[in-house]
């Protein structure tokens, strides 16, 4: 079992940064991806980015450009770097693991990030 706890979210103006982490409880290196996604009241839950063990990184494409998903692995750590936060950024962001590509995902407990215009 692996244990994901997300920091860094909280309250911007638009065009400002914010760095979520994700530390996991255990080793991250065995993980297949990693990643987060990101959810609003009414909506599902959805993609923004994730990285996978071989390094490679996918993004949604309304943060392309803006995010950045790294990994250390000697921290356990995965980090979302935002910048030019936008208010449609706001939402709860949650991190996500999974060992294969088809196991279920571990999940975060969730962090609040809002943006004002």
């Known amino acids: 079992q692996v244990q994901l706890v997300e920091s860094g979210g909280g309250a911007v103006q638009a065009g400002g940064s914010l760095r979520l982490s994700c530390a996991a409880s255990?080793?991250?290196?065995?993980?297949?991806?990693m990643g987060w996604y990101r959810q609003t009241p009414g909506k599902q839950r959805e993609l923004v980015a994730r990285?996978?063990?071989?390094?490679?990184?996918n993004y949604a494409e309304s943060v392309k450009g803006r995010f950045t998903i790294s990994r250390d692995n000697a921290k356990n750590t995965v980090y979302l770097q935002m910048n030019s936060l936008k208010p449609e950024d706001t939402a709860v962001y949650y991190c996500?693991?999974?060992?294969?590509?088809?196991?279920?995902?571990?999940w975060g407990q969730g962090t609040q990030v809002t943006v004002s215009s």
């Open positions: 990285i996978l063990s071989s390094g490679s990184t």
């Open positions: 255990g080793s991250i290196f065995s993980m297949n991806a």
């Open positions: 996500y693991a999974r060992r294969t590509p088809y196991s279920g995902p571990y």
